[in-house]
């Protein structure tokens, strides 16, 4: 019900937004949408034949290569574009934009055909080539230096940590911290891990294009690849005590806020401080199966919990699953967990001398 309810109130509120000026609602990577807000897309669609909306959704085809589709929304309009590889033509205006001047058209192919038309590649290999020094100017625009091509990172991972290794070390350091919060993170909790105000070197970070302002106190790496390079490229020993200072910056900074457990749950989890990470994960598990319905999620979480092997919170984490089971349908499942739980319980009450042993308990 509360799910229901929830989706009913997206829609009143995009009824609203759409009867003061058309609306247009874009969702970037839709192929990671659960099926919750897959249901909540849908419910968008239904009955609104009488206000100016649009959706519009960027994915990527899924592992197996098929591509998100919605076969049920009646005679709702559909139109899809397939965006592909971009032609030469496309890469040269991407390319002339990042650089701000004109380029030749043999530098365009040759950054199309290394990038094969992929946007996100042939800028930064515009970049990367800026950076070198391997673009000479031309009374046509830019090109090539003579030995350009053997000096080209092969791969667009080994370009994008090739770029982040160019960076001042100062600059590289924050980086490299603010990966480890996410492809979005806040400035404030970047500053609390630094000790320090490096926000100088925040917007220098912004200005090598490594990652944009979403406002006064949110940043958004410019692709999940350039964060991921950039979060990869550090040893894991490093990563653990990243993830550690990142939880201790959020706690310090936003005390007993829930909405932060999904986060510090994380943090502790790859930190590998487990009497930290397993209270926060107990409470995303109660509201991912009281408040948002994610059983799959929940579940995901209650197997890695169990995975910690702490005895005093197994009881509880087996009736969490089972509850998840329930809600899903699954009663068998939900049967099986109740009664594990049931006997350690028992089993734990006898051991401590506080009932005495039966064996002929039964489950309803």
């Not at 829609?11 to 919750?36: F, G, Y």
């Not at 968008?44 to 206000?51: A, G, P």
């Not at 490093?238 to 806020?257: F, M």
């Not at 009497?275 to 799959?296: F, K, M, N």
Request: negative net charge.
């Amino acid at each position: 019900m509360r799910l229901d309810n929830t989706i009913a109130g997206i829609k009143t509120l995009i009824r609203a937004e759409c009867r003061k000026q058309p609306l247009v609602i874009q969702i970037e990577d839709a192929h990671w949408l659960d099926e919750a807000s897959l249901t909540a897309v849908r419910n968008l669609t239904y009955n609104m034949d009488d206000v100016p909306l649009a959706l519009v959704l960027t994915s990527r085809p899924r592992d197996d290569g098929s591509l998100l589709s919605f076969s049920d929304l009646g005679d709702v309009p559909q139109h899809r574009v397939n965006l592909n590889r971009l032609s030469n033509a496309g890469v040269q205006r991407i390319a002339e934009a990042i650089l701000e001047q004109g380029i030749r058209e043999s530098l365009a192919t040759f950054i199309s055909s290394k990038a094969e038309g992929n946007p996100f590649f042939s800028e930064q290999l515009a970049l990367d080539l800026r950076e070198r020094n391997l673009l000479i100017q031309t009374e046509n625009g830019l090109d090539l230096t003579a030995n350009a091509e053997v000096e080209i990172p092969s791969g667009l991972n080994a370009l994008l940590i090739a770029r982040l290794d160019r960076l001042s070390a100062q600059v590289k350091l924050v980086v490299q911290t603010a990966a480890v919060l996410g492809r979005e993170f806040e400035v404030q909790i970047l500053l609390e891990m630094l000790q320090q105000d490096q926000t100088p070197y925040i917007r220098a970070a912004e200005r090598e294009a490594i990652w944009t302002a979403l406002d006064e106190l949110r940043y958004l790496f410019r692709h999940a690849l350039l964060r991921d390079a950039a979060y990869q490229m550090q040893i894991q020993d490093r990563l653990k005590a990243l993830h550690r200072v990142a939880a201790e910056a959020i706690e310090t900074l936003y005390p007993g806020d829930e909405s932060q457990d999904g986060a510090l749950m994380e943090h502790w989890h790859i930190a590998g401080i487990i009497g930290h990470a397993l209270p926060y994960t107990l409470r995303t598990i109660e509201r991912l199966t009281q408040v948002t319905a994610d059983y799959s999620r929940a579940e995901h979480l209650i197997e890695r919990a169990l995975a910690y092997d702490r005895a005093e919170q197994r009881a509880k984490l087996l009736t969490m699953r089972g509850d998840a089971a329930r809600l899903r349908g699954q009663f068998n499942s939900a049967q099986s967990d109740y009664q594990a739980d049931f006997s350690r319980s028992r089993r734990g009450l006898i051991a401590s001398g506080r009932c005495a042993a039966r064996t002929d308990i039964g489950f309803p």
